[in-house]
Protein backbone atom coordinates (compact mmCIF):
# COMPACT_ATOMS: atom_id res chain seq x y z
CA UNK A 1 0.00 0.00 0.00
CA UNK A 2 2.58 2.52 1.54
CA UNK A 3 4.90 3.53 -2.47
CA UNK A 4 6.97 5.91 -0.45
CA UNK A 5 5.23 8.71 -2.24
CA UNK A 6 2.18 9.98 -0.33
CA UNK A 7 0.57 13.17 -1.19
CA UNK A 8 2.09 16.09 0.15
CA UNK A 9 -0.89 18.93 0.32
CA UNK A 10 -0.57 22.63 1.39
CA UNK A 11 -2.75 24.76 3.56
CA UNK A 12 -4.65 25.64 0.55
CA UNK A 13 -5.94 22.46 0.37
CA UNK A 14 -6.38 21.61 3.95
CA UNK A 15 -8.34 24.60 4.52
CA UNK A 16 -10.61 23.58 1.94
CA UNK A 17 -10.78 20.22 3.32
CA UNK A 18 -11.85 21.06 6.96
CA UNK A 19 -12.98 24.38 6.52
CA UNK A 20 -10.50 26.56 8.32
CA UNK A 21 -9.37 30.08 6.98
CA UNK A 22 -5.69 30.54 6.26
CA UNK A 23 -4.97 32.33 9.01
CA UNK A 24 -7.11 30.08 11.40
CA UNK A 25 -5.01 27.65 10.54
CA UNK A 26 -1.20 29.50 11.30
CA UNK A 27 -3.01 31.18 14.34
CA UNK A 28 -3.70 27.48 15.93
CA UNK A 29 -0.43 26.00 14.35
CA UNK A 30 1.66 29.22 15.72
CA UNK A 31 -0.46 28.48 19.61
CA UNK A 32 0.30 25.76 21.71
CA UNK A 33 -3.66 25.88 22.84
CA UNK A 34 -4.93 25.84 20.01
CA UNK A 35 -2.84 22.51 17.78
CA UNK A 36 -5.24 20.37 18.48
CA UNK A 37 -8.09 22.31 16.40
CA UNK A 38 -5.92 21.27 13.25
CA UNK A 39 -4.06 18.25 11.89
CA UNK A 40 -0.36 18.20 12.92
CA UNK A 41 1.49 19.86 10.22
CA UNK A 42 5.17 19.44 9.10
CA UNK A 43 7.61 21.27 7.23
CA UNK A 44 10.09 20.28 4.36
CA UNK A 45 13.60 21.02 4.33
CA UNK A 46 14.97 24.55 3.76
CA UNK A 47 11.01 25.43 3.93
CA UNK A 48 9.07 27.34 5.91
CA UNK A 49 5.58 26.46 4.16
CA UNK A 50 3.13 24.41 6.06
CA UNK A 51 2.53 20.25 4.55
CA UNK A 52 0.47 18.27 5.68
CA UNK A 53 0.58 14.25 4.70
CA UNK A 54 -3.10 13.95 2.60
CA UNK A 55 -3.96 10.59 4.81
CA UNK A 56 -3.27 12.06 8.00
CA UNK A 57 -5.43 15.00 7.42
CA UNK A 58 -8.52 12.43 6.52
CA UNK A 59 -7.73 10.69 8.90
CA UNK A 60 -7.85 13.72 11.62
CA UNK A 61 -10.74 14.56 9.82
CA UNK A 62 -12.45 11.58 10.63
CA UNK A 63 -11.42 11.33 14.29
CA UNK A 64 -13.14 14.86 14.76
CA UNK A 65 -16.05 14.28 12.81
CA UNK A 66 -18.78 13.94 15.18
CA UNK A 67 -23.07 13.66 14.11
CA UNK A 68 -24.34 17.02 13.46
CA UNK A 69 -26.98 17.97 16.41
CA UNK A 70 -28.92 20.76 16.48
CA UNK A 71 -27.65 24.23 17.83
CA UNK A 72 -29.76 25.17 21.00
CA UNK A 73 -31.27 28.30 20.48
CA UNK A 74 -29.99 31.23 23.32
CA UNK A 75 -31.91 33.45 24.98
CA UNK A 76 -35.79 33.43 26.65
CA UNK A 77 -37.86 30.97 24.38
CA UNK A 78 -40.85 32.43 22.39
CA UNK A 79 -44.03 32.17 23.44
CA UNK A 80 -44.81 29.48 21.06
CA UNK A 81 -41.51 27.31 22.23
CA UNK A 82 -42.95 27.85 25.90
CA UNK A 83 -46.25 26.63 25.36
CA UNK A 84 -45.00 23.61 23.43
CA UNK A 85 -42.80 22.87 26.24
CA UNK A 86 -45.67 22.92 29.10
CA UNK A 87 -47.80 20.84 27.31
CA UNK A 88 -44.86 18.08 27.27
Not at 27 to 38: A, D, S
Not at 41 to 70: D, G, K, Q, T, Y
Request: glycine share 4%; proline share 7%.
Amino acid sequence: MDTGHEKIIFIEQVSAMIGKTLTTIRNCNGNQQLKHLIPQPFRMPNSRRLCWRLSEVESWINSVAEPHLPRKRRGRPTKKEAIKTAAE
